[in-house]
């Protein structure tokens, strides 16, 4: 039994933003089931958008991304995160972080998908993200425990509050973990997908958590599809940043044709449900898809990251052409929280891709989760720092030693029937085959200490599984992400209508902003 004033379960952007500005006052321990690494944050090849430019403004952001999101953002969540976007920056470039920079020795600002102004941030070409882990790991250097390869199995839950959580290392060690709070940062669920840009450790393990803890989620059928992932007709190699199609590359079919010529006046810069929907539509017709880098200047030089990839895998840059396929990218959804990262289980927090607080609606627009991660973290952090916790002096609950048998099925048959039925296009018949499917599987009232880190991350890929089928059965809609082909348009409502999930009330609906 250990007690810290703070435990963060994960290390992406979120969970080291707060890690840092809590380690002012608080002892902070970071668990992460695999190395410290292996998150989407360290990924991630697109930049972080901010309205920098004297020629923008946050609230021409502001309106790109309500647009975007297709009129499902929670406008209240989005304006903190987007007008607070550039002072967080500006911070991270005083302390050290060295953005890309142009000729002139200014912010090489990029466009990428969605927004109408150049705004995008990177540092080191399309390696972002790891330039951002790499600078935050050496922040919190000497000021916070990680424990690398430590699997999360539970969240510890008394008298409707978050006391820590439940972890089990690769000796099959379990250790209860006390905390004042509790801060989920685990990322989204990828991996669900056979079809995925995600870290192969991103399996819905926080979702799943929370769910299991009786916290509300919110928005579990908006699940995003990136357009381009790098492919070599069986497998998916790795994203292909949507910054190339920003500097002029542009999506073609097996014959030549521009997909995207009259389906979006941002043609190749559409939202990405567009793109993705689109590309379906051709690999439907049983036509492949390339992205045509041939007005792309220096692209190793401005790719240096995909470059490699391409090279790694055998990809031929001669012709110009890329093949890609759509993946499963973003989870919009997640564990309802505020902008303070306050989830509805008191004492337990959630922030970036875990998390929902609406600012994404319905589909993401390209550059604001690490945006999302360094504004959120910080005022998550700020909360917990305004409080004060009390620590329990024992044990109030303990994973239990059983269902070590129990039938599961493979994770890459979940994946196969995520993407057929759950995918970038659904109907109710697929939607309720594998909502039957899932029923022969006792995962919602297992124990967990017994069973080996692969058998709880399928128990959690399961969990998640059914909650976003079942968002997506009960929004009769097409909005964002969210296509249904029984119902492919919108129901015209404009105002943010949550489908909400919490253990034993299966499910409300809530209307409003």
């Known amino acids: 039994m250990a007690f810290d004033d703070v435990i963060i379960i994960g290390s992406g952007i979120a969970a080291l933003i707060a890690a840092e500005k809590l380690a002012m006052d608080k002892n902070v321990i970071i668990f992460t089931k695999a190395s410290k690494t292996a998150s989407n944050s360290f990924h991630a090849q697109g930049g972080i958008a901010a309205a920098v430019h004297p020629d923008d403004h946050w609230e021409d952001h502001f309106q790109d991304t309500v647009a975007a999101g297709c009129q499902h953002s929670d406008l209240e969540n989005l304006q903190m995160l987007i007008e607070n976007s550039s002072g967080h920056l500006f911070d991270l ?3 050290g972080l060295k953005f890309d920079l142009n000729a002139d020795g200014e912010w090489d600002l990029g466009r990428e998908g969605g927004h109408l102004k150049r705004r995008i941030l990177h540092a080191g070409g399309d390696a972002t993200g790891k330039a951002l882990i790499a600078f935050m790991f050496q922040q919190i250097k000497n000021k916070v425990t990680i424990i690398e390869d430590t699997m999360v199995v539970d969240l510890i839950v008394h008298d409707q509050r978050c006391a820590g959580v439940i972890t089990k290392n690769t000796s099959g060690e379990i250790v209860d973990h006390f905390a ?8 989204g669920c990828g991996d669900l997908y056979s079809y995925t840009s995600n870290d192969s450790t991103v399996t819905g393990d926080g979702i799943a958590m929370a769910y299991r803890a009786g916290a509300q989620l919110t928005d579990m059928e908006f699940v995003q599809f990136h357009p381009t992932l790098l492919f070599d007709g069986e497998n998916t190699l790795g994203l292909v940043s949507e910054a190339v199609r920003g500097e002029g590359a542009f999506l073609v079919n097996g014959d030549g044709r521009l997909i995207m010529e009259g389906v979006h006046s941002l043609k190749d810069l559409a939202p990405r449900d567009i793109v993705a929907r689109a590309i379906f539509t051709e690999l439907g017709a049983g036509k492949s898809i390339y992205l045509n880098i041939a007005n792309v200047k220096n692209f190793s030089y401005r790719f240096p990251s995909i470059f490699k990839l391409c090279m790694e895998n055998g990809i031929d840059l001669n012709g110009n052409l890329l093949p890609v396929i759509p993946g499963a990218h973003f989870m919009m959804g997640g ?3 505020t902008h303070t990262g306050q989830t509805s289980v008191v004492d337990l927090y959630a922030v970036g891709e875990v998390a929902c607080t609406g600012v994404h609606g319905a589909n993401r627009v390209a550059s604001n989760s690490l945006l999302e991660g360094i504004v959120f973290g910080n005022m998550t952090a700020d909360a917990i720092l305004s409080k004060k916790y009390k620590a329990f002096g024992q044990n109030p609950y303990s994973v239990k030693n059983r269902s070590k048998d129990m039938f599961l099925p493979t994770k890459e048959t979940i994946k196969r029937k995520m993407m057929r039925h759950v995918g970038i296009v659904r109907n109710e018949e697929g939607l309720e085959r594998m909502l039957g499917w899932l029923e022969q ?7 967990l200490g017994g069973l080996s880190v692969e058998r709880i991350e399928i128990i959690n890929m399961l ?3 059914e909650l976003i089928a079942t968002a997506a059965l009960e929004r009769m809609e097409s909005r964002g992400a969210h296509y249904r082909s029984d119902y492919p348009t919108t129901n015209g409502v404009e105002v943010r209508q949550e489908v909400m999930h919490q253990k034993e009330i299966k ?3 809530e209307v409003g902003r």
């Open 463 to 465: 969990t998640t599984a």
């Open 507 to 509: 499910l409300s609906e």
């Open 93 to 95: 470039a005083q302390k």
């Open 441 to 447: 599987f006792y995962y919602s009232h297992c124990d």
């Open 180 to 187: 004042g709070a509790t801060i989920l940062a685990t990322g």
């Open 335 to 337: 564990v309802k929280a």
